[in-house]
């Protein structure tokens, strides 16, 4: 499978740990390499920063603002095994991914009822 392919294969796919939890879906895809030359990719970008650079420019500028700018990189080498889903050797704590899922659990547990 060539370099384009494969960035287009996991695109939007769900994420799992090394321990089968769900950790988000990569929303996009870093390449290294010359243009007309050979590239590779390098790492996935997760996060709904990487996603809306992925839009119309016009769109971009506008929601930008408005969007959580933390993406995680996870480098290539990480990656497990690239199926319906993308494995990953790491845990996602390990690689930085639940850090909003542990921000909204600290927030939820101060609300009366939620738990």
Aim: overall charge negative.
């Amino acid at each position: 499978m060539d370099t384009l392919d494969l960035a287009l294969t996991v695109l939007d796919r769900q994420l799992v740990d090394s321990q089968g939890q769900r950790c988000g879906r990569v929303d996009d895809v870093e390449l290294s390499g010359t243009l007309g030359g050979a590239s590779e990719v390098t790492s996935l970008l997760v996060g709904q920063a990487a996603a809306v650079e992925r839009l119309p420019r016009w769109l971009t500028r506008m929601l930008r603002p408005l969007t959580p700018q933390h993406v995680v990189a996870i480098a290539w080498d990480d990656v497990a095994e690239v199926s319906h889903v993308v494995k990953l050797h790491q845990t996602a704590d390990q690689l930085g991914l639940n850090d909003a899922e542990r921000r909204a659990a600290r927030w939820l547990a101060r609300v009366p009822g939620a738990r």
